[in-house]
Nanobody
Framework: QVQLVESGGGLVQAGGSLRLSCAAS????????MGWFRQAPGQEREFVAV????????YYADSVRGRYTISRDNGKNTVYLQMNSLKPEDTAVYYC??????????????????WGQGTQVTVSS
């Protein structure tokens, strides 16, 4: 059983930056592909980014590509999401998630086995 705990959310002005962290415990972190999702009020949870177990492969949603960077430190059992040039439409609860070593349907939330509790990101205009 893997436990995931996100941190780093907060309130930031448009154009600003935040870095989210997700600390994992209870499993072998390097066995898992790690993803970030977000959910805005009244909307469905949407895919943001995913990173392979080694960190060598990443994918991004079109809406964040070029502004967000996902990375991981397997020695620290942590995955990060660096968010730059933030926009008000980036406001959401951000969740990290873990799944086994396959990228099949990497943007589908139902493919992920473990989830954190989420961290709120609010971008003011």
């Amino acid at each position: 059983q893997v436990q995931l705990v996100e941190s780093g959310g907060g309130l930031v002005q448009a154009g600003g930056s935040l870095r989210l962290s997700c600390a994992a415990s209870g499993g072998t972190f390097s066995n898992y592909i790690m993803g970030w999702f977000r959910q805005a009020p009244g909307q469905e949870r949407e895919f943001v980014a995913v990173i392979s177990w080694s960190g060598g492969t990443t994918y991004y949603a079109d809406s964040v590509r070029g502004r967000y960077t996902i990375s991981r430190d397997n020695g620290k059992n942590t995955v990060y999401l660096q968010m730059n040039s933030l926009k008000p439409e980036d406001t959401a609860v951000y969740y990290c998630a873990a799944r086994g070593r396959t990228f099949v349907d990497y943007s589908a939330s139902e493919r992920y086995d473990y989830w954190g509790q989420g961290t709120q990101v609010t971008v003011s205009s």
